[in-house]
């Protein structure tokens, strides 16, 4: 089976006065939103499940999810999610483990410029056609960069 990781790298300053969490949460549930549609365009139709790992935004991104999938997010609303956002403790499951060690991997590739564990999972982010669909990079605009991301863009 192949493995799609999703993620979002947010600088504050490119989406203040909004909460960086807050926005990276859309762009995950967005792309893993499209990512289902998508194969649900080709007859394999499923619905997925967003499992993260419990923290103090437990409630607002509970309610997040609600108003995308009822209200709708900036494209639209979400159609194949089965629920709101599943809350565990990380100790608990590896597979969230695992997320924990993607998101180690991405942070510091966009924060410190480390490549070394990016490079071993990032053809592992969705993309079709050769478009990398499943991480983006939020950052000002005035901001130069030539992240996997950002070179895509161009």
Not at 98 to 109: E, S
Request: aromatic share 10%; glycine share 6%; with cysteine.
């Amino acid at each position: 089976k192949q493995v799609h990781l999703f993620g979002a790298a947010v600088h504050r300053a490119a989406v203040s006065p909004d909460d960086p969490m807050e926005r990276a949460f859309e762009q995950v549930c967005n792309r893993f939103d499209k990512f289902l549609g998508r194969l649900h365009r080709r007859d394999n139709t499923q619905r997925g499940l967003i499992i993260l790992d419990k923290s103090t935004y437990e409630t607002s991104l509970q309610g997040l999810a609600r108003n995308f999938r009822t209200v709708g997010h900036r494209w639209g609303k979400l159609y194949n999610l089965t629920d709101v956002p599943l809350f565990v403790d990380s100790r608990a499951t590896r597979m969230v483990q695992y997320a924990d060690m993607v998101a180690y991997a991405v942070r510091r590739y966009f924060e410190n410029g480390d490549a070394t564990l990016f490079d071993m999972i990032a053809p592992r982010f969705d993309s079709e056609g050769g478009v990398v669909h499943g991480l983006t990079h939020l950052r000002p605009s005035t901001q130069p960069c030539h992240c996997f991301c950002c070179k895509q863009k161009r």
